[in-house]
């Protein structure tokens, strides 16, 4: 398999679609390779394996940049979870501070756990109890934290859990549009790499020829 030299995806398969291009449409080249077995038929089977790349690197940035977004909806919405947790688990500990009970239900004794599936479990176990115990509410009400306010926060967690899930889903298709991509940017270079070679040998008299093809070819 060739190695592809230190340049963005962007600009080799630009670079690739020049030659082919001109490969095809430049008489003198299209005739000259032609001789060495890169007649028209096996242009376009290049052209092909281009498209396939293009689409592959197009689909992966696309998948890329919902991902980004899918992520960035998720950090948003696990701030504003955070906001309202932070507050109502503070105000908690100190109403519940001498009731051991009502704060191991509460699951708000010791510190916040750091990540986010156990962080998770904490807050929705918080509010599952808030919202269903009005006796716990009637304490919470005492600074000011109503049943409304719980229920908001109740269902914002739900909304972070689902934009989570659409993170993860995102980001596994990125995952498999990268896999996608690099294995098509690997065939054509592998198909490139040959058609160089070949080109090197055929235009060797004519170095603007070879640059035509969109790459200085080193003698």
Avoid: C
Avoid at 24 to 44: K, L, R, V, W
Avoid at 67 to 93: D, M, P, Q, W
Avoid at 171 to 194: F, N, P, R, V
Wanted: charged share 30%.
């Amino acid at each position: 398999m060739a190695k592809r030299p230190k340049t963005s995806e962007a600009q080799i398969i630009e670079q690739y679609r020049i030659a082919l291009n001109n490969a095809e449409n430049q008489p003198q080249i299209a005739t000259t390779m032609a001789e060495f077995g890169y007649d028209s038929e096996e242009i376009a089977k290049g052209k092909q394996i281009w498209q396939n790349a293009n689409n592959a690197y197009n689909l992966n940035k696309t998948e890329d940049d919902e991902t980004n977004l899918a992520h960035s909806n998720f950090i948003n919405k696990k701030t504003e979870v955070e906001g309202f947790y932070n507050l109502h688990r503070k105000k908690a500990k100190v109403i519940f501070r001498n009731d051991s009970i009502t704060l191991e239900k509460l699951g708000i004794k010791g510190s916040i756990p750091q990540a986010h599936v156990k962080w998770i479990e904490v807050v929705k176990k918080f509010y599952a109890i808030t919202t269903s115990d009005t006796e716990i509410q009637t304490k919470l009400a005492r600074l000011k934290i109503t049943p409304e306010e719980l229920n908001n926060a109740n269902t914002l967690v739900g909304d972070l859990e689902t934009a989570r899930s659409e993170y993860m889903r995102e980001k596994g298709e990125s995952q498999d549009a990268t896999q996608a991509k690099d294995a098509a940017l690997a065939e054509i270079d592998d198909w490139m790499s040959e058609f160089y070679a070949v080109a090197k040998i055929a235009l060797e008299d004519n170095i603007q020829l070879l640059e035509a093809l969109g790459k200085t070819i080193k003698n």
